[in-house]
Each structure stands twice: as structure tokens, then as C-alpha cells.
């Protein structure tokens, strides 16, 4: 009876610094998701700031975002990947002591610059990193599980956050971040990398430094499904409420992750056969399916509200596994377009097409909602699924095959 050959040391996926990355990383998206629904209340308390003023604090954060991917991408290619990544992790938990002292909007406002300039750094970077201690062998599937730290925290971060915040006391929320964040850098610090070969072959300047320019029709698919996904997570609360759903919005959120974190099992492994098209495009159908699962909401609650429930639950699902399938393979997909000495750069633009596609969902969902209806909002992430689906099965998909390097 044979036996299945066993993997070999150097294949081995939960390694000391695995690890260690993997905690540094669930330490500060932990502290990053603290802050995430608490802020607007405390914006509100402390200064009695409107909605817009808080719209406007809030997407200081994202703009900033946005602004240092390419760069940080750039820099994680050009030096030493760890110590860029502990600066900017060092900056990312510093920062939070000025929550602590800010005493005006604006000087908040700056803060929330800065802390947005760290945390596009420390994610590019950190995104990085991990590829670089992952086997080639189990990159996909080591991807995966990183990812499901990811979506841990942003399942546990915000309902501690909001306890706290039921008490009044935004300090805590601000100290608890700052002590998370200070736990996370010293595993950032533990963690062993790759000494990273200087590429010496082309110091020319251009836009294929800062963005990989291979990937762009598939950043292009990646920001198109982003954009329904931006919406959802800033309306379906809203709309859960206009049509009698009055289940806990947390909830939503929790089964949304639930999918996230199920999908990653086996999805990183299809991913290492060499399915990542493949697994892309089911994560598409998934998503998709759960998005009219959305979009039906208003009719499924029309008739019973029951049914209403029913398919509120079943649309989080779909969406995260849908979801959760595809992030481990899209960012294999731009790992693979780049030669090792441009990992930080394939990174950089695969979290920007994320990025982008999220800001224009919240942006272009409000206005919508306001002008049309958040029932149009769903209807329109459904045409945008769609076109992403045929973009990618049509373009996206075929131009990877033809310029894989691995």
C-alpha cells in the first residue's frame, strides 16, 4: 500500500516566523478595528462633530491610504524589507498616542493622515514579507490563512470596541489599541526574514516601479468587485433597518466572516495546484450569487419576514465566502506577474485596486442611496459583479496565462 510522499522541511508552512507575521499582523489589524466603529462616536462626543465633519476625518484615513501604496511598494523593492517594515509598524502604534492628546478636529484630522500613511505602509510591507517566508510550494494556501488572521480581527476588534465605547470611555479603546499594537511589534521584531538580494539590473525610474503595469487588467476586475463590497459594508445596516430587520447589525458582519474564514481551508491549497484562475472566477460566481441574494432582500421581506432573515444571512455568507476565496488567489495572481526583486510593488497594487474599489463603493453607494434608494445600490453591485465576471473570464484571466512568471 503506498503512501502519500511527506512534504519536505524546507515545504513546511507554520514555521517560527510564519508565525510570528501572523501575530504581528492579527495585533494590528486588532488595534486598527478597535478604532474602526468607535471613532465616529467619539468624534461625536467629544467634539459634537456633524456627519459630514466625521465623513471628512474618516476619509483623511483612506486618501492617505491611497496616496502611499505605490510608494511603499516602491521602498519595500529598493531596501531592506524588515526594518521599512518595523519603522512603519513603530509609527503605525505610536500614533496612537496622539488620539490620546489630541484636543482639536484638526490636529486629529493630522493624526489620522499619518496614521494612514503608516498603516498603507505596514500592510504593503507586511503583505510582503510573509510571501518571502512562505515555500513557493504552499504560497497560496499560506496566503490563505494569513488573510483569515485578517478577518479574525475584524470579527472581535469592532464588538470590543463598541463595548468599551458603551462606557464612555474612549481612552481605554485608544490605550487597548496602543498596548495591542506594542505586543504586535515586538512579534514583528522576533520574526526571521529573507535577507532581500539588492536588484541592481534597472535603477530607472518609471511607472512600472511604482505600479505593476502587468496587472492592471486585473487590478482593473479587483476594483470593480471592490465596489460592491465598499457598499455593502457601509449600507446593509441601513437598509437591514428600512426593511424591519432588526437583528443585531454585528451579526451580519460575524456570518460575512464566518464565510471569509471557511473559504480559506481549501481555497490556498486549489491555489498551489496552479487553479488560480480557476478559483478566482468561482469566487466571482460565489460573490455574485450572494450579492442578488442582496439585492432581493426588499422582496424576500415583502413577502415574509422570515424569508427576510433567511436570505440577509445567507447574502453574508456568500459574499464572504465568495469573497475569502478570491483574496488569497488574486494576490497570488499579482505575486506571480513580478519577478522576487518586485514583490513589494505586486503587492502595493493589488491592495490599491482593493483600496480604490472600497472608497468608490462608500462614495458612489451614499450618493446613490440618496438620490435613488439603497435598494439601487444592490442592483447596480450586480451589473458591476457581472461586468467583472465577463472582464476577467475575457481579459484578465487570459493575459495571466499568457504572462506568468511561475
Given at each position: 500500500?503506498?503512501?502519500?510522499?511527506?512534504k519536505?522541511?524546507?515545504d513546511r508552512?507554520?514555521?517560527?516566523?510564519?508565525?510570528?507575521l501572523c501575530l504581528?499582523?492579527?495585533?494590528m489589524?486588532?488595534a486598527?478595528?478597535?478604532?474602526?466603529p468607535?471613532l465616529?462616536?467619539?468624534?461625536?462626543?467629544?467634539f459634537?462633530?456633524?456627519?459630514?465633519?466625521i465623513g471628512m476625518?474618516l476619509?483623511?484615513y483612506?486618501?492617505?491610504?491611497?496616496?502611499?501604496?505605490?510608494?511603499?511598494?516602491y521602498?519595500?523593492?529598493?531596501?531592506?524589507r524588515k526594518?521599512?517594515?518595523l519603522?512603519?509598524?513603530?509609527?503605525?502604534?505610536?500614533?496612537?498616542c496622539?488620539?490620546?492628546?489630541?484636543g482639536?478636529l484638526t490636529?486629529?484630522?493630522?493624526?489620522?493622515?499619518?496614521h494612514?500613511l503608516?498603516?498603507?505602509?505596514?500592510?504593503t510591507?507586511?503583505n510582503?514579507?510573509?510571501v518571502?517566508v512562505?515555500?513557493?510550494?504552499r504560497?497560496?494556501?499560506?496566503l490563505g490563512?494569513y488573510?483569515?488572521?485578517n478577518?479574525?480581527?475584524?470579527?472581535?476588534?469592532?464588538?470590543?470596541?463598541?463595548?468599551?465605547?458603551?462606557?464612555g470611555n474612549?481612552d481605554?479603546?485608544?490605550?487597548?489599541?496602543l498596548?495591542?499594537?506594542?505586543v504586535g511589534?515586538?512579534?514583528a521584531?522576533?520574526?526571521?526574514?529573507?535577507r532581500?538580494?539588492?536588484n541592481?539590473a534597472?535603477?530607472v525610474?518609471?511607472?512600472d516601479?511604482?505600479?505593476?503595469?502587468k496587472?492592471?487588467?486585473?487590478?482593473?476586475t479587483?476594483?470593480l468587485l471592490a465596489?460592491?463590497?465598499?457598499m455593502?459594508?457601509?449600507?446593509?445596516?441601513?437598509?437591514a433597518?428600512?426593511?424591519g430587520?432588526?437583528?443585531?447589525?454585528?451579526?451580519?458582519?460575524?456570518v460575512?466572516a464566518v464565510?471569509?474564514?471557511?473559504?480559506?481551508?481549501g481555497?490556498g491549497?486549489?491555489?498551489?495546484r496552479?487553479l488560480v484562475?480557476?478559483?478566482?472566477t468561482q469566487?466571482?460566481?460565489?460573490a455574485t450569487l450572494?450579492?442578488i441574494?442582496?439585492?432581493?432582500?426588499?422582496?424576500a421581506?415583502?413577502?415574509?419576514?422570515?424569508?427576510?432573515?433567511?436570505?440577509?444571512f445567507l447574502s453574508?455568507?456568500?459574499i464572504?465566502?465568495?469573497y475569502g476565496?478570491?483574496f488569497?488567489a488574486?494576490n497570488?495572481l499579482f505575486i506571480?506577474?513580478?519577478?522576487?526583486?518586485?514583490?513589494?510593488?505586486?503587492?502595493?497594487?493589488?491592495?490599491?485596486?482593493?483600496?480604490?474599489?472600497i472608497g468608490?463603493?462608500?462614495?458612489?453607494?451614499?450618493r446613490?442611496a440618496?438620490n435613488?434608494?439603497?435598494a439601487?445600490?444592490?442592483?447596480?453591485?450586480i451589473a458591476?459583479?457581472l461586468?467583472?465576471?465577463?472582464w476577467?473570464?475575457?481579459?484578465a484571466?487570459p493575459?495571466?496565462?499568457r504572462?506568468k512568471?511561475?
Amino acid at each position: 500500500m503506498s503512501q502519500e510522499p511527506k512534504k519536505s522541511v524546507a515545504d513546511r508552512l507554520w514555521t517560527r516566523d510564519y508565525i510570528f507575521l501572523c501575530l504581528a499582523n492579527f495585533m494590528m489589524c486588532f488595534a486598527f478595528y478597535l478604532l474602526v466603529p468607535t471613532l465616529p462616536f467619539y468624534l461625536e462626543a467629544e467634539f459634537d462633530a456633524s456627519k459630514s465633519i466625521i465623513g471628512m476625518v474618516l476619509s483623511c484615513y483612506t486618501i492617505a491610504v491611497l496616496a502611499v501604496r505605490p510608494f511603499s511598494g516602491y521602498i519595500a523593492d529598493t531596501f531592506q524589507r524588515k526594518p521599512v517594515y518595523l519603522i512603519a509598524y513603530f509609527l503605525f502604534v505610536s500614533i496612537f498616542c496622539g488620539y490620546l492628546l489630541a484636543g482639536t478636529l484638526t490636529m486629529l484630522m493630522i493624526i489620522r493622515i499619518a496614521h494612514g500613511l503608516a498603516f498603507g505602509m505596514i500592510t504593503t510591507t507586511g503583505n510582503t514579507l510573509v510571501v518571502d517566508v512562505l515555500p513557493s510550494s504552499r504560497r497560496g494556501e499560506g496566503l490563505g490563512y494569513y488573510g483569515v488572521v485578517n478577518n479574525l480581527a475584524m470579527s472581535i476588534g469592532p464588538m470590543i470596541g463598541l463595548f468599551i465605547a458603551d462606557t464612555g470611555n474612549f481612552d481605554m479603546i485608544f490605550g487597548c489599541s496602543l498596548a495591542m499594537g506594542v505586543v504586535g511589534m515586538v512579534f514583528a521584531t522576533l520574526a526571521k526574514v529573507p535577507r532581500k538580494i539588492p536588484n541592481t539590473a534597472n535603477n530607472v525610474l518609471s511607472i512600472d516601479r511604482f505600479f505593476l503595469v502587468k496587472g492592471l487588467r486585473a487590478c482593473f476586475t479587483l476594483l470593480l468587485l471592490a465596489i460592491p463590497y465598499g457598499m455593502t459594508t457601509s449600507f446593509i445596516a441601513m437598509y437591514a433597518k428600512e426593511l424591519g430587520i432588526t437583528a443585531n447589525t454585528g451579526l451580519f458582519f460575524t456570518v460575512m466572516a464566518v464565510g471569509l474564514i471557511v473559504s480559506r481551508i481549501g481555497s490556498g491549497r486549489r491555489v498551489d495546484r496552479g487553479l488560480v484562475t480557476k478559483v478566482i472566477t468561482q469566487g466571482i460566481i460565489i460573490a455574485t450569487l450572494g450579492i442578488i441574494a442582496e439585492a432581493m432582500l426588499g422582496f424576500a421581506a415583502g413577502v415574509d419576514i422570515r424569508l427576510g432573515y433567511v436570505i440577509y444571512f445567507l447574502s453574508a455568507f456568500l459574499i464572504g465566502f465568495g469573497y475569502g476565496t478570491m483574496f488569497p488567489a488574486y494576490n497570488t495572481l499579482f505575486i506571480n506577474l513580478a519577478p522576487n526583486s518586485r514583490r513589494a510593488t505586486a503587492s502595493a497594487t493589488y491592495l490599491t485596486g482593493w483600496d480604490v474599489g472600497i472608497g468608490l463603493g462608500m462614495w458612489f453607494g451614499g450618493r446613490v442611496a440618496e438620490n435613488w434608494g439603497l435598494a439601487t445600490v444592490y442592483k447596480i453591485d450586480i451589473a458591476l459583479a457581472l461586468i467583472a465576471f465577463v472582464w476577467f473570464v475575457s481579459s484578465a484571466a487570459p493575459h495571466f496565462n499568457r504572462n506568468k512568471l511561475r
